[in-house]
């Protein structure tokens, strides 16, 4: 059922290219909002002055209309709780900081780096939980008057209940934490910026999400969150605690986590070999969710009409490129042959074409594109597989030559081009028994006889149905190749 209620959020941090775990959360994220006809807030998390920068800022827009996304409110577009970068929104952290250091939710905490480590070490040493040991909670007011006159710069720290939260995650079920495992943590830097773990929630809370989908990862800053939005509900801040699903980890090679680094987890690599944006997200949904049990390839349509989170699993998904491709193949097939062929002309073009931009031809990609559609997995598959048409000679590739000019070859290649000549030049039929006619002479079956001529024609020993390539080519260019692959046996 729909719940026009439902506000999830996608809230990225610009820092480096996006990856294929971040786009599967957005997808997740925007299916269920569009699924229930609800809203996506989309947020930028750019609090980290460090590791943020504006070129990943512009990145992330890009990707996100590249891949089709929308959003009700976020950049470009605004929307009731604008802003919606974090870096333009410094003042509301501060003033919920203060808030909560009023009401006693969070405290001053001075404790030097070195203090920290050596208390954590003996902790650990003596078996005892190691995490921030309250030592700042309470501290006197002279207490505080001495550390300030050493000139230490406090943090702002949280101070969780001393209880066990339990939440039930809309994935995984009931989970409880017990408190010594979730100790007071830091909110506001000792310069001031405030830290994911304030502002995260904060924004959460002020743009009334109701449902946090997100990586596995940040499962252990829920009971945190949640414990922050009780003191944000006694401010008056937080109207809504959000339910919480934790989407599952994706493994890459190796079974290890697929990461942030891996080059097989960089989104520009997908759309620079040619990857369509739904054969891409129909891949990524399945990491954690299924269609059905005998669907694996859909329109992002048919994603939408049935995306349900009961239906996500909590189990690691991994990420096999062999299959995204064969899906995206699949997508690719069920373009109609004009989308195709526009989608293929970025790779009929430098950088990827090795040939000059006035050697592109219009009418014979048109008249390939239909038998070229049925052969790619990605779009830049598509470069090799039509290059014959648009070089002036076809590329060298010695593996090709050595394996097809076999047995007799300049017998065969001069018999086939008499008959090639004769034929008829408007039907690949007429051409093929040309072929088969010259092999027949030549003791040879067709798959045999037509390996030289494909050579010959187009360099390589796999490619596109053969004769309607020497259609598309045409009679001239055919015998002329022909010609100089008799030359070279020859010489
Ligand atoms: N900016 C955080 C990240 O990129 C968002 C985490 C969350 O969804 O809470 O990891
Ligand atoms: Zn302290």
Redesign the pocket.
Known sequence: MANANVRVRFCPSPTGNPHVGLVRTALFNWAYARHNQGSLVFRIEDTDAARDSEESYEQLLDSMRWLGFDWDEGPEIGGPHAPYRQSQRMDIYKDVAEKLLAAGHAYR???STEELDARRDAARAAGKPSG?DG??RDLSAEQIAAYEAEGRQPIV?FRMPDEAITFEDLVRGEITYQPENVPDFGIVRANGAPLYTLVNPVDDALMEITHVLRGEDLLSSTPRQIALYKALTELGIAKLTPAFGHLPYVMGEGNKKLSKRDPQASLNLYRERGFLPEGLLNYLSLLGWSFSADQDVFSIEDMVAKFDLADVNANPARFDLKKAESINGDHIRMLDVKAFAAACEPWLRAPFANWAPEDFDQAAWEAIAPHAQTRVTVLSDITANVDFLFLKEPVEDEASWTKAMKGDPVGLLTTARAKLEAADWASADSLKEAVLAAGEEHGLKLGKAQAPVRVAVTGRTVGLPLFESLEILGKDRTLTRIDAALAKLTA
């Open positions: 905490c001075y404790c921030y030592h700042c720290r």
